[in-house]
């Protein structure tokens, strides 16, 4: 009788991956998700496989832990452990020649990249042939997998959609900036794996480490600190100086594989340069590529609290102009994201939602990392629960008080109970292209206080506000009012100092650029309304910033008490936007050739020159670049033909820097790609 050989294994890549919702996901092996089975094809040469006489194992190796699993006739497969199930043959008469085997791997299984080993065992001879990789993810599908989510909407967000929302600017006046996650971008879920691969913790100690790497609360602190470059082989370097001459402005990153890719390619040496939102943006495509759900938070009014007495002291001079004094700050807005899991280290209740910050703010044991701290915790202000609960609490709750000074002496002081996390949010799941509140999660309704929109402040003798007339846009000027309120029955001689500021999101404004002082006489009980407007030559930025950002503030003196009132209002200053139209949209073909058009008007009294970009994961192969002019008035139409290589929700992004107005302007269209 013929010798019993193996002829060839099929993997059967297309029908696993689409059965485990990895379709799309590019990777040199193939792509799976742990708690459930996987089929595979083994064919023989030979006389038939006897499963009487016959024996076959799998092994499993991931680094130095491996696992032999023989091959069952018949049973159920234990959802505990590793196992492997002889399928029927049914009446195929090649029956003992072709045979299906389904792996079960359990819920708690390690995320990593294994090798499959067979061996065939027969009467006569023992082989072992190497069949392969596979990459095992977390299964958001899967009840037993500690990052399950009920519904499929959320799934479909939080894990397979590839682009998102940010938002920045201010409470009053939102700026949605979009972004790529790009996680099936060629070779992206590689590149993720390669940050578990060269962690600290897994240079140390690898096999600890992949022992650990069944934990998401585990994974998710490995990559908070692998998404910034501070202690470790770390993706990408912070830089908050505003010179970006040796790398990337921040500001200009449209994506999450632009920076995933130099890192690899650079024999992962730090990408040059994130901010809070970039380190955000991209730990969140690892952590969907990893199979863990997860969204993009914005806090705005962020509250830096070094020395952790939950109380920010911000110091102004009697002419209003903020001072820098003082390691504590509130960043107009800060961005971390949120992953999805159960909490089995924590008391019960603290599942769901887990706070994680990969921006190098603190360190957290040891290293520069924040989180998982339960968003729940934060809520109920339990400090004591691990990680980093005290840090994220104080970033939502802290309370401002606000001194003017002179020669070192404080003159007046006022306490904000409710600016800081005055609005906490994220994107709401598609189709919604919007924000979705979030700060009732957060904080308890007693913390909450409205969005501060005139920032008013009344003393015993005066009252002051300021109140912006129109939403501030670049290229046009800035207008306000101040509102003076006598609260006493006699007149009064006042002197009043305005002053703004430039300001960078994350740190107190430099030297006022614009400033007015006068003397106004109030009569008893009455209210006086001053008109300021700031012109554009005046505030314009010499460098491009996304975030420009304004503080203003008035200080009302009375002559003869020497009584002073504060108020202040911190504002962003809006781009115009980019149009992006698609030529029959609702009928978007996969493979089938599209048109959109970008189209945008200068505003401007000047020409204006730079690069206009444009992206879309699953829409566009390349980056489209090119360099434009504008006249003034004049209307910029450019089409951008694209080929969508995947079904279901994509989006086109465009933006334009220009490089005289030092601002970037941005435009994006989602669109939903049909099969054919």
Not at 173 to 192: A, H, T, V
Not at 252 to 272: C, H, M, N, Y
Not at 305 to 313: G, R, W
Request: hydrophobic share 40%.
């Amino acid at each position: 009788m013929d010798e019993l050989k193996l002829r060839n294994v099929h993997l059967q890549q297309v029908q696993n991956q689409l059965r485990h919702k990895t379709d799309g996901l590019s990777s040199s092996t193939l792509v799976l998700r742990r708690g459930q089975p996987f089929t595979i094809l083994i064919n023989f040469d030979g006389r038939p496989f006897d499963p009487l006489k016959d024996k076959l194992v799998f092994r499993i190796i991931l680094g130095p832990l491996s696992l032999e699993i023989p091959v069952s006739v018949s049973g159920n497969p234990s959802p505990s452990q590793w196992s492997a199930i002889l399928e029927s043959s049914g009446l195929d008469p090649n029956a003992g020649r072709t045979q299906t085997v389904s792996l079960f791997s359990p819920a708690t299984a390690s995320v990593g990249v294994y090798t499959l080993h067979l061996r065939v065992e027969t009467r006569g001879s023992i082989r072992t042939y190497v069949l392969g990789q596979f990459t095992l993810l977390c299964n958001p599908w899967c009840q037993a997998d500690s990052v399950f989510m009920q519904s499929e909407g959320l799934r479909n967000e939080y894990i397979r959609n590839d682009f998102g929302l940010l938002f920045k600017g201010s409470p009053e006046n939102l700026l949605c900036r979009p972004w790529s996650f790009d996680q099936y971008e060629k070779g992206i879920l590689d590149i993720c794996m390669k940050l578990l691969e060269l962690s600290p913790q897994s240079q140390a100690n690898a096999r600890s480490d992949l022992l650990n790497r069944s934990s998401p609360v585990y994974i998710g602190r490995v990559i908070s600190a692998m998404v910034n470059s501070q202690d470790d082989k770390g993706v990408l370097m912070g830089n908050w100086s505003g010179k970006y001459n040796d790398g990337v402005n921040p500001s200009t990153w449209t994506g999450s594989a632009d920076i995933l890719r130099k890192w690899a390619e650079t024999q992962f040496s730090p990408v040059k340069y994130g901010q809070c939102w970039v380190f955000a943006a991209v730990m969140c495509t690892v952590m969907r590529a990893l199979g863990i759900p997860t969204r993009v938070i914005t806090n705005f009014n962020s509250a830096h609290d070094t020395n952790a007495n939950m109380v920010i002291e911000e110091y102004f001079s009697e002419n209003g102009e903020k001072l820098s004094i003082g390691r504590d700050s509130i960043w107009n807005f800060h961005v971390w994201v949120e992953s999805w899991m159960k909490r089995p280290d924590l008391d019960g209740g603290y599942d769901g939602w887990q706070v994680l910050d990969p921006t190098p703010q603190e360190r957290s044991a040891g290293m520069y990392r924040c989180g998982p701290a339960a968003v729940k915790a934060v809520h109920e202000q339990k400090v004591n629960a691990l990680y980093d609960v005290p840090f994220v609490y104080a970033s939502v709750n802290a309370d401002v008080h606000r001194m003017i000074i002179r020669d070192g002496k404080i003159l007046s002081t006022s306490v904000d109970k409710v600016s800081v996390g005055a609005l906490i949010c994220t994107k709401r799941p598609c189709p919604a292209m919007a924000m979705q509140d979030i700060t009732s999660e957060y904080k308890t309704e007693m913390a909450r206080g409205g969005g501060g929109t005139t920032a008013r402040v009344v003393p015993q003798g005066v009252g002051v506000s300021l109140q912006l007339l129109k939403e501030p846009v670049v290229g046009e000027n800035i207008s306000f009012i101040v509102i003076i309120t006598n609260n006493m029955a006699i007149p009064k001689l006042l002197r009043k100092h305005v002053n703004a500021q430039n300001k960078e999101y994350n740190r107190n404004p430099t030297g006022a650029f614009w400033e007015a002082h006068d003397d106004l006489k109030i009569g008893p009980n009455e209210t006086v309304t001053v008109k300021h407007e700031i012109s554009f030559n005046e505030y314009m930025l010499k460098e491009t910033m996304e975030d420009c950002l304004v503080s203003l503030a008035v200080v009302i003196e009375d002559v003869k008490s020497q009584e002073r009132v504060l108020a202040t209002k911190e504002f962003n200053i809006t781009s115009p936007a980019l149009n992006i139209q698609i030529q029959n949209e609702n009928s978007v073909i996969i493979n089938t050739q599209q048109v959109a058009t970008v189209t945008f008007t200068n505003p401007f009294n000047v020409a204006v020159s730079g690069d206009l970009i444009v992206v879309g994961s699953g829409l566009l192969e390349e980056k489209v670049q090119m360099r434009l002019t504008i006249q003034p008035r004049e209307t910029m139409r450019r089409p951008i033909r694209f080929i969508p290589r995947m079904t279901g929700d994509k989006m086109l992004h465009a933006s334009l820097e220009l490089k005289d107005q030092s601002t970037i302007l941005r435009g994006f269209k989602t669109v939903t790609v049909q099969a054919a």
